[in-house]
């Protein structure tokens, strides 16, 4: 038989309590992994002065497979999230979270059978911030092609191998209309290559709403990065809530599973807390390795054992951990009884086709240059000329300011001059205008401004009202 090496973090908070329950029952149904255990979290950093020792990444890279317990991340302050930096290290870009309504937990419904795939890696979650002014903080929204092509790629092909029969893509492209409308577009080009499965595409705060009154309206999902994140945990609560959420992070050849939930430091070291959302986790992973029987038999006992009333308290039953997890073990079904055959995989998951990198900018041409600057007023010294360059719009929050109309109370003192001409600008002709303006404005940023081949603006519109 064929044994799996598996990577597992316990983390800290309920971590290493949720952790142990998995140990127990895995080695209880005599599952065919050995444990390389490896540490991350708060104590971790306690011990070895860094969040995430080296010898963690080794050991995933090693087994290309792990199974981690929530760590803690400071909010605001302190080191990055660990879970960020395992995801970049692996280029894990699809973060998968199945909500399936588990019987014998209370919930709005009862027949929830969803799988939300969120973008993993980009988006907000990229990290590039930046203090603009003592009173504008930026961050930045990154969506790129290979990045979006990646995940929605793998959205349809789950869809497939589960025998789902639509993905729907949910964005935010009336308002984000480049970030957004290129993962829509992305999805729409993705979605010809599968019609074997339905797509359609529905604007995020619209789908929260659908997901609250019919959520049998969606099957398999694709997001980018934060909507993933903020409509995961609303799926999360229609099937009973974070205690119960499973999810697991697809990477090309590796895979690292994790629950919902965070370290839960409120509940942390009473022995309460509730290992179904990790214990599904460990069942995802089971599935991605093909030990579907194995995977099967645990996930019975478990649905079994809450069907009976063992539960938690934050499910309203009043076991703690062990027993829960003790209730599990009983409960596991022989592995006669199980359907589900084993078909170890031999070759991890790989997006079949990565999107290449552009190697050109394909005709994109510079016609001008938006210049961000610190100023507690309108500047009134600005030139309205440079070269064929002309001052086209000044605004401040994205809202062109009018001569004389503007309420100075509401202003930021963070404004944008744009500058634009007709026809594309030389580098010296960008060059002048930059040394013109430079020594007039504490400028903070200069984003350059294209448009395509056929003369259309490949950059955002200022708003006017
Ligand atoms: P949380 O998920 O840890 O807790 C939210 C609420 O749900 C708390 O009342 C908690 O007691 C309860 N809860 C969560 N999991 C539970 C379980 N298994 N059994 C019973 N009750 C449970 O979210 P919170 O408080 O926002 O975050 C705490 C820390 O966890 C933060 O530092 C955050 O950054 C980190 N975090 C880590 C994640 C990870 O490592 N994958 C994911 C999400 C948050």
Redesign the pocket.
């Known amino acids: 038989m064929n044994i799996y090496t598996v990577t597992l973090i316990r ?1 800290d ?3 290493p309590e ?1 952790a142990e329950s998995v140990v127990e029952i895995f080695a209880a149904a005599e599952v065919p992994i050995q444990w390389e255990e490896a540490y991350a ?1 708060l104590a971790c950093l306690e011990q070895f002065g860094v969040p995430i020792p080296d010898t963690t990444l080794e050991s995933i890279r090693r087994n290309r497979i792990a199974l ?8 605001g302050r302190g080191h990055r ?3 960020v930096a395992i995801r970049k290290a692996f280029e894990l870009f699809a973060n998968v979270r199945p909500a399936r309504s588990i019987p014998g937990v209370q919930s709005r419904y009862n027949e929830i059978d969803l799988i939300l795939v969120r973008e993993n890696i980009e988006d907000t979650y990229a990290g590039v911030e930046y203090w603009q002014t003592p009173d504008v903080a930026e961050s930045l929204r990154l969506i790129s092609r290979p990045g979006s092509s990646a995940v929605i790629r793998y959205a349809f092909d789950l869809a497939r191998r589960h025998g789902r029969r639509k993905v729907t893509c949910v964005h935010k492209a009336n308002i984000q209309k480049l970030s957004d409308g290129l993962f829509l577009e992305c999805f729409r080009a993705i979605a010809q290559e599968y019609p074997d499965i339905e797509s359609d595409d529905i604007l995020v705060d619209n789908a929260c709403m659908q997901l609250v009154m019919r959520p049998e309206r969606f099957d398999v999902m694709v997001l980018p990065n934060l909507f993933g994140d903020i409509v995961s945990d609303l799926c999360a609560g229609l099937i009973g ?3 119960v959420a499973p ?1 697991g992070n697809i990477g090309n050849g590796y895979a690292v599973f ?10 942390a070291g009473k022995g ?7 214990i599904l986790s460990a069942v995802q992973m089971l599935h991605h390795l093909g030990l579907h029987a194995d995977a099967e038999r645990i996930e019975n006992a478990l649905r079994y054992t809450l069907v009976s009333g063992i539960k ?3 499910l309203g039953g009043n076991a703690n951990t062990r027993e829960f997890t003790k209730a599990i073990i009983s409960n596991l079904p022989p592995r006669s009884q199980v359907q589900a055959q084993n078909e170890p995989v031999k070759e991890p998951y790989r997006t079949p086709m990565l999107e290449p990198r552009s190697v050109e900018r394909e005709g994109w041409q510079t016609v001008g240059v938006d210049i961000f600057f610190y100023a507690l007023q309108p500047p009134t010294s600005l030139p309205d000329q440079v070269g064929k360059l002309h001052l086209q719009t000044l605004s401040n929050r994205g809202v062109a300011l009018e001569a004389n109309s503007t309420d100075e109370r509401y202003l930021l003192n963070w404004f944008r001059a744009r500058y634009v001409a007709e026809n594309p600008v030389s580098e010296a002709e960008l060059q002048e205008l930059l040394s013109q303006l430079a020594p007039r404005l504490h400028w903070t940023t200069f984003q350059r401004l294209y448009c395509a081949p056929d003369g259309t603006a490949l950059f955002s519109p200022i708003l006017t009202e």
């Open positions: 983390g908070g309920i971590g949720i979290g981690k317990g929530p760590t803690t991340t400071p909010i999230s660990i879970n809530g974070l205690g999810g994790e629950a919902v939930h965070g370290s839960a430091p409120d509940i309460i807390a509730n290992p179904t959302a990790f938690t308290r934050d």
